[in-house]
T-cell receptor, first 115, second 113 residues
Framework: SAVISQKPSRDICQRGTSLTIQCQVDSQVTMMFWYRQQPGQSLTLIATANQGSEATYESGFVIDKFPISRPNLTFSTLTVSNMSPEDSSIYLC????????????FGSGTQLSVL | QKEVEQDPGPLSVPEGAIVSLNCTYSNSAFQYFMWYRQYSRKGPELLMYTYSSGNKEDGRFTAQVDKSSKYISLFIRDSQPSDSATYLCAMSAEGGSQGNLIFGKGTKLSVKP
């Protein structure tokens, strides 16, 4: 399985500000995925980040709110923009197993609290 | 009806007990089934992976899939305090390579010494 590092591990932010979360993988991957885990809720896919193309967003998530960068095959960032308390969640980066694999692996997550 | 239903617990058992965790689902197209373990303040860790129906065993863990009943289970034998975590079921029609796993809300398990 890939080693996935996320930074920061946690942060407390003020309403109206933005936070950028970084995700680094120890091997080259075609797609990287960003998930959100709200308190008491299921993990939900925000978007898929492909290197060299625009990210693909799931229903209910928009680029203006969650801009994503994917500058190379091992790195991606997710920005949570103009934050409100409803954005308080764990944000997780994930990648699929090598060789077109069916298994999904996750980073350690970013615990975000918005005041 | 939600696509994946999972009893959130919490579930508390004594050390050494057999634990049974379950999920039901509604989408008959699901073929890939996974169980994740998530410790507090950590990301989910893939525990078991099953394709289609049947059983899979790995040490103290056994995953079962019954597609006819749309029901999956995770059994933990000889449970240990280190098994205390939240267990998430996840499933999809295409597998993780597309990223779009559908997760249950998770069952919080506590194993008491």
């Amino acid at each position: 399985s890939a080693v996935i590092s996320q930074k920061p591990s946690r942060d407390i932010c003020q309403r109206g500000t933005s936070l950028t979360i970084q995700c680094q993988v120890d091997s080259q991957v075609t797609m990287m995925f960003w998930y959100r885990q709200q308190p008491g809720q299921s993990l939900t896919l925000i978007a898929t980040a492909n290197q060299g193309s625009e990210a693909t967003y799931e229903s209910g998530f928009v680029i203006d709110k969650f801009p994503i960068s994917r500058p190379n095959l091992t790195f991606s960032t997710l920005t949570v923009s103009n934050m409100s308390p409803e954005d308080s969640s764990i944000y997780l980066c994930s990648v699929a197993s090598a060789g077109g694999g069916e298994k999904l692996f996750f980073g350690s997550g970013t615990q975000l609290s918005v005041l | 009806q939600k696509e994946v239903e999972q009893d959130p617990g919490p579930l508390s058992v004594p050390e050494g007990a057999i634990v049974s965790l379950n999920c039901t689902y509604s989408n008959s197209a699901f073929q890939y089934f996974m169980w994740y373990r998530q410790y507090s303040r950590k990301g989910p860790e893939l525990l078991m992976y099953t394709y289609s129906s049947g059983n899979k065993e790995d040490g103290r863990f056994t995953a079962q899939v019954d597609k006819s009943s749309k029901y999956i289970s995770l059994f933990i034998r000889d449970s240990q305090p280190s098994d205390s975590a939240t267990y998430l079921c996840a499933m999809s029609a295409e597998g993780g390579s597309q990223g779009n796993l559908i997760f249950g809300k998770g069952t919080k398990l506590s194993v008491k010494p």
